[in-house]
C-alpha cells in the first residue's frame, strides 16, 4: 500500500475563520476528513501534519525518507520564500505535489511566485480542496 504525507504549512489551521472569501468556510477538520475519505477511496495510507513552524515542516520532510512514497504540501506563506523547505524536498527526492487552495496567481503580486516548487513534480492552485484530491490521485498512480 501507497503511503503519502500530507504537510500543511502555517496558518491552514484556520481554515473557516481566516479570509472566507479565498479560503471558504469549511474549517481544517473537515480538509483533513475529506483527504482521509481521498486517501480511503484511493486505497492508500496518509498521514497529515500541519505546522505553523518551517522547521517542524523541514523535519517531517526529512523523516518522510525511506517512509513515504509521495507527498503533497501546501507550503502556504512558506512558498513564497522558504529555500529551507525547497532544499528539503529536493533532498529526499521524494515525489512531491504543491498544493493551494486558492489561486496564487489571482492574489497579491508576491504570492505569484513560489521558491518551494521548484522540489516538486507539480503545482496545482485554486481548486481548494480538491487540489489535494487530485495530488493524491497522481502520486497514487506512480510506479
Request: proline content about 2%.
Amino acid at each position: 500500500m501507497k503511503k503519502i504525507l500530507v504537510l500543511n504549512g502555517p496558518n491552514i489551521n484556520l481554515l473557516g475563520i481566516r479570509e472566507k472569501n479565498i479560503y471558504g468556510r469549511q474549517d481544517y477538520a473537515s480538509l483533513c476528513e475529506y483527504i482521509q475519505a481521498t486517501a480511503d477511496h484511493l486505497g492508500v495510507e496518509v498521514k497529515m501534519l500541519q505546522s505553523n513552524y518551517e522547521g517542524d515542516i523541514v523535519t517531517a520532510i526529512q523523516e518522510a525518507y525511506g517512509h513515504y512514497d509521495g507527498i503533497v504540501i501546501n507550503p502556504a506563506a512558506l512558498t513564497h520564500y522558504s529555500v529551507a523547505v525547497l532544499d528539503a524536498l529536493k533532498g529526499v527526492n521524494i515525489p512531491a505535489i504543491e498544493v493551494h487552495i486558492s489561486n496564487i496567481h489571482q492574489r497579491e503580486e508576491f504570492r505569484h511566485h513560489s521558491v518551494t516548487v521548484a522540489g516538486c513534480v507539480g503545482q496545482i492552485c485554486g481548486l481548494g480542496f480538491a487540489g489535494y484530491a487530485l495530488a493524491m490521485q497522481y502520486l497514487a498512480a506512480q510506479d
